[in-house]
């Protein structure tokens, strides 16, 4: 085979324009109007709202190219568009090869003919996503909650804007475009299989070949261990286009593991058809040993929800996954590299890529098997009925799924194919369309299901998430299956609510957060910055949002005076949010088997429930993730003066140790301490010990005390909890006299923070860089000194460093108004409209 890129330098103009602008491939309109100075950047201020002309619009792209003589050489060239954005019509040379309306498949055209052998011309031609888009939702009304006829066409359904994404609808050759020519035989398609037995694993590939001019075929498996050494096994083809199936028992297998349970071994499988030795073909893919199955077993409290690997439950933990840009094509491996990198630094294991975006990209799937990050694959459908009665459609749909199951099955991180997002659960509302329901219900529920089975039988599916398993039957309940938990947020419960619910498999939670400030002042300039200003509300999607976020933050702590305050206080309740729920689903394995929070990452700079903003700065809660998914983890449940201490393991061996814990005061007058040995038993919590501090908390007051408790192994602190006995803004909190020595320890900082008195979620800042430390937002008590360390800057000295640390805490925060006049603004919050709405679903819903 040989192929020949036709990604690059392409030229693009308005459709009858006369006006050509330089484009790039992969890519699309907006970036490459963006790129030629004819729209100004939509990510800034209220920009989107200028540019949304765009998708209005017909567009053309154009690429003269020259084919190499060894290329017009093969029996049989293909033109090979990788992903075309959406409704493409395709010429060669003048002559129309066909038209397109899935951004998610691959399309191949023969063009062996129709080449020539001097100056080639490939035009495509994009029409608008909207006019499709509305012209269809007239002609056919699809019931949605959001962005109405999006349903109607395969294209990532956020384009048409979400409440956490811009409403950029981008249009072009997204993914990669190039010829490719074969000559006797062609591989088709692939289908690699382990089988383990008692520690033995073989590999099994099924192999389709075409064929029209070979004589002497022969098909070769490789595979090259983690450590270099290879293993082969070859068959000879004579003829028939039967698949050919080609086992190779595997040498010493090491098996994969997801992250914090063991290694990551990873394999080269590479399948190549020769002729007389000559290569016509080759197909090489990653792969990683492991067994994988989703256990849905009865049980007292009725039926599992557990990811089983190599035989270990496990406990998934991790978060959703959206489209890391608005604008798909320029997010590069480097990008990917940061994000799975941030996942598996903060203890993650799993990754749901949700069903409103895309099929991710390759290097995406390669990440998450190196990081041993888990991933549960939605099927791209949300929050909208489609119209799988039209068999036009449905069609459509089968290709796109068979290719993306086609794509993804020999993937160690796969864990679950998902049919959609929220579907099953929104359903009720859609009832009454008779015809749209049937086809639902056949479609996640039996269609769906029996291509996987076919394609794919060695993965899990589930119809939809949230779901019961049956359509339309208890969708969110603790009992079975996985729920979407928004009374928290959109429902304005309280953080303890999460309490209350022993969700089998929490797979959607979240509370919003502002961005870091460096995102902010990219987004909305710097002066005055101001919650209320115009930048902060279009960079705000969640309906009420700054609202409610406001509205929690009144909860626990005080209306601060500065922004940058809010920004702080907004991702400190975020944090605690997710980690209130997190523990206590901790707490409650194997009742529950897994937590994945409301979002990872956002598609451009904006307030939203994302733990790790556009830019990549890590908010709060990313680093408390880090903490409460961490593999043996403290929590604490405290109820008034009660603290009941909880040690989580995930490991599959008991976990042994000692653990200290200490009542003090804020000041650090020791009331009570004591350190003891303990065992944790492996795969679930242990309970360690339950303290009634009551006579305590009234001798000195509830607003005086803090109780904290440490796990060791050996003098190393792996787990850390502290906890007061009244909200932050009943409590005046003392000076800490917070000081700090920075030191240089090769390629990293090391920091070593003191404070005085009780220091409450100590806040390090490295300005100007975007160095993530081993820990942030964290408690020092009195007269403790906590390290932390983070990688040096490139080009930066000890002493420029030294210079650009700011470290604070929430001692440090100014106040505006008074307890009286945050409390009644706490109260209104609560009362506005959007929220009072959202209040009623969501407790209707629970
Ligand atoms: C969930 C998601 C998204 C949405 C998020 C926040 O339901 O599936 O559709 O962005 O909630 O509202």
Redesign the pocket.
């Known amino acids: 085979m040989i192929a020949q890129s036709l990604s690059g330098a392409w030229q693009m103009r308005e459709v009858n324009s006369s006006k050509w602008l330089s484009a790039t491939v992969p890519g699309g309109t907006y970036t490459d109007l963006l790129a030629a100075g004819q729209i100004p950047d939509p990510f800034i201020g209220e920009n989107e709202k200028e540019v949304q002309w765009v998708a209005d619009r017909d567009w053309e792209y154009c690429q003269e190219f020259i084919v190499t003589p060894e290329l017009l050489g093969e029996d049989r060239v293909e033109l090979v568009c990788g992903g075309l954005d959406t409704l493409a019509e395709i010429a060669l040379n003048g002559q129309v090869l066909g038209q397109t309306n899935n951004m998610f498949r691959t399309y191949r055209w023969e063009v062996k003919e129709r080449l020539f052998s001097g100056i080639n011309t490939l035009t495509v031609i994009f029409r608008s996503p909207v006019a499709y888009i509305d012209a269809h939702q007239k002609a056919r009304k699809l019931p949605t909650l959001m962005n109405g006829g999006m349903a109607h066409l395969r294209k990532v359904q956020s384009h048409f804007g979400?409440?956490?994404g811009p409403r950029l609808p981008i249009s072009g050759i997204w993914r990669e475009i190039k010829l490719e020519g074969f000559s006797a035989a062609q591989l088709g398609e692939v289908h690699l299989q382990q089988h383990h037995d008692q520690g033995k694993v073989s590999l099994t590939a099924t192999v389709q070949i075409e064929q029209w001019n070979a004589n002497n075929l022969n098909l070769e498996l490789y595979l090259t261990h983690p450590n270099g050494k290879t293993q082969q096994v070859t068959a000879s083809e004579k003829g028939s286009n039967e698949p050919i199936r080609l086992v190779l028992d595997i040498d010493s297998p090491q098996l994969w593991w997801p992250n914090g349970l063991g290694a990551q071994p990873l394999y080269q499988a590479q399948i190549k058809l020769t002729d007389h030795g000559r290569c016509l073909d080759d197909q090489t893919f990653q792969i990683g040993l492991r067994q994988l199955e989703l256990c849905q077993d009865p049980d007292p409290w009725g039926r599992t929800f557990t990811f089983v690997v190599n035989g270990v439950p496990i406990f998934a933990k991790g978060a959703?996954w959206i489209p890391a840009d608005s604008f798909p094509a320029r997010l590069t491996p480097e990008h990917y590299e940061r994000w799975i990198r941030d996942c598996a630094a903060a203890n993650m294991n799993m990754l749901r890529v949700?069903g409103?975006g895309y099929y991710e990209d390759e290097a995406f799937y390669d990440l998450c098997d190196r990081y041993g990050i888990l991933v549960w694959q939605d099927f791209m459908f949300?929050?909208a009925a489609y119209p799988l009665d039209e068999p036009e459609f449905l069609e459509n749909v089968q290709v796109e799924v068979q290719e993306a199951i086609r794509r993804l099955r020999h993937r160690a991180c796969l864990a679950l194919w998902n049919g959609n997002?929220?579907i099953e659960m929104m359903w009720g509302l859609w009832k009454k369309h008779k015809s749209l329901t049937a086809a639902c219900d056949r479609f996640f529920y039996q269609q769906l299901p029996a291509w996987v089975a076919e394609l794919d039988p060695d993965h899990p599916y589930w119809p939809s998430s949230p779901s019961s398993g049956n359509f339309m039957q208890k969708t969110n309940s603790d009992a079975f299956g996985d729920t979407?938990l928004?009374q928290v947020w959109?429902g304005l419960k309280p953080f303890k609510y999460f309490r209350r619910r022993f969700t089998r498999f929490a797979s959607?939670f979240?509370l919003e957060a502002l961005p870091s400030l460096e995102t902010i002042t990219e987004f909305a300039g710097t002066n005055p910055v101001d919650l209320d200003s115009q930048g902060m509300h279009h960079h705000q999607r969640?309906v009420g949002g700054n609202d409610k976020m406001l509205y929690y933050l009144l909860d626990r702590f005080r209306l601060p005076v500065s922004f940058s305050d809010l920004v702080y206080l907004t991702q400190i309740q975020q944090a605690e949010a997710i980690r209130i729920g997190v523990e206590h689903w901790r707490r409650n394995r194997p009742r529950c088997s897994g937590a994945l929070y409301?979002?990872l990452n956002d598609c451009w700079p904006v307030t939203s429930?994302a733990s790790v903003d556009h830019a990549g700065h890590w908010k709060a809660l990313q680093y408390a993730a880090r903490r409460f998914y961490a593999p043996v983890a403290l929590s604490l449940e405290e109820d008034g003066s009660l603290v009941r201490v909880f040690v989580a393991n995930d490991h599959p061996q008991p976990w042994q140790g000692t653990w200290h814990w200490s009542l003090e005061t804020l000041n650090g007058e020791m009331v009570e301490t004591n350190s003891e040995q303990l065992t944790a038993s492996p795969l679930s919590a242990t309970c360690l010990h339950e303290f009634d501090f009551a006579r305590a908390v009234k001798k000195y007051g509830a607003a005086h005390l803090v109780f904290t408790a440490a796990l060791f192994s050996g003098d190393q602190c792996l787990s850390r909890q502290t906890t007061l006995f009244a909200k932050e803004k009943q409590i005046a909190l003392p000076d800490p006299e917070l000081h700090w020595t920075m030191t240089q320890e090769e390629d990293h900082l090391v920091m070593a923070v003191t404070a005085n008195a009780f220091a409450r979620f100590v806040w390090l800042q490295l300005e100007g860089s975007n160095s993530i430390f081993s820990n942030n937002f964290f408690d020092v008590v009195a007269c403790e000194t906590v390290q932390v360390s983070c990688p040096l800057p490139a080009g930066w000295t000890l002493e420029q460093a030294q210079c650009c640390l700011h470290v604070r805490s929430l001692a440090d925060v100014v106040y505006t108004g008074s307890k009286v006049s945050d409390a009644v603004k706490h109260l209104l919050l609560g009362l506005k409209p959007a929220s009072l709405f959202t209040r009623i679903i969501f407790n209707f819903i629970e």
């Open positions: 979400w409440d956490w959703d949700w409103g949300a929050c997002n929220e979407h928004w959109h959607e979240g969640s409301w979002q429930w």
